[in-house]
T-cell receptor, first 114, second 109 residues
Framework: DTGVSQDPRHKITKRGQNVTFRCDPI?????LYWYRQTLGQGPEFLTY????????KSRLLSDRFSAERPKGSFSTLEIQRTEQGDSAMYLC????????????FGSGTRLTVV | SQQGEEDPQALSIQEGENATMNCSYK?????LQWYRQNSGRGLVHLIL?????REKHSGRLRVTLDTSKKSSSLLITASRAADTASYFC?????????FGAGTILRVKS
């Protein structure tokens, strides 16, 4: 297991289209996180899962955003009816339940909405 | 929303010099972590300091934490050109990380 994988690395889409991103965490990590990062800013929390349960969602996660982790393994983040303001880097991270360890981040999916 | 602020926003130093970055936060924490991000890439975990610790070392990194002032600092000693990156502090209240806006470090060779 080499780390957290995200797919795709880059996505260009037209405004109004739906997009879906995938994250494969480290297999023994039961917590999975989604963050969004815009240019020049730190990552902003979107949501997190413990196993398959979605335990917290940010106010940033509007009705157009939905995240799933159906079997407690990989996760998907879907954005419906994309807007130009959705353009950002979407980062996935995972960690064990023990909070004394850092998070492992994937390389991110860069979304550009044109 | 972001937890706090980092200072300075940008730092430019010569190779071999030390770099110090500061971070302030607002709420109580379980631990505070520092991450590095190279341009356009994901974040790499550098070091974690628990709320009951005051100082921690890892290689050329030294982190301090003052919970009474809600602040932390990251010192990188003997900097190298490869240290050029953005550095973020992040606080962990138990459920998630909350990041600052970061410090952009440029190390000139």
């Amino acid at each position: 297991d080499t780390g957290v994988s995200q797919d795709p690395r880059h996505k260009i889409t037209k405004r109004g289209q739906n997009v879906t991103f995938r994250c494969d965490p480290i297999s023994e990590h039961n917590r999975l996180y989604w963050y969004r990062q815009t240019l020049g800013q730190g990552p902003e929390f979107l949501t997190y899962f413990q196993n398959e349960a979605q335990l917290e969602k940010s106010r940033l996660l509007s009705d157009r955003f939905s995240a799933e982790r159906p079997k407690g393994s990989f996760s998907t983040l879907e954005i419906q009816r994309t807007e130009q303001g959705d353009s950002a880097m979407y980062l996935c991270a995972s960690r064990t339940r023990d909070s004394d360890y850092g998070y492992t981040f994937g390389s991110g999916t860069r979304l550009t909405v044109v | 929303s972001q937890q706090g602020e980092e200072d300075p926003q940008a730092l430019s130093i010569q190779e071999g010099e030390n770099a110090t970055m500061n971070c302030s936060y607002k709420t109580s924490i379980n631990n505070l972590q520092w991450y590095r991000q190279n341009s356009g890439r994901g974040l790499v975990h550098l070091i974690l300091i628990r709320s009951n610790e005051r100082e921690k070392h890892s290689g050329r990194l030294r982190v301090t934490l003052d919970t009474s002032k809600k602040s932390s600092s990251l010192l990188i000693t003997a900097s190298r050109a490869a240290d050029t990156a953005s550095y973020f502090c992040a606080t962990d209240g138990g459920n998630k990380l909350v990041f600052g806006a970061g410090t952009i470090l440029r190390v000139k060779s």
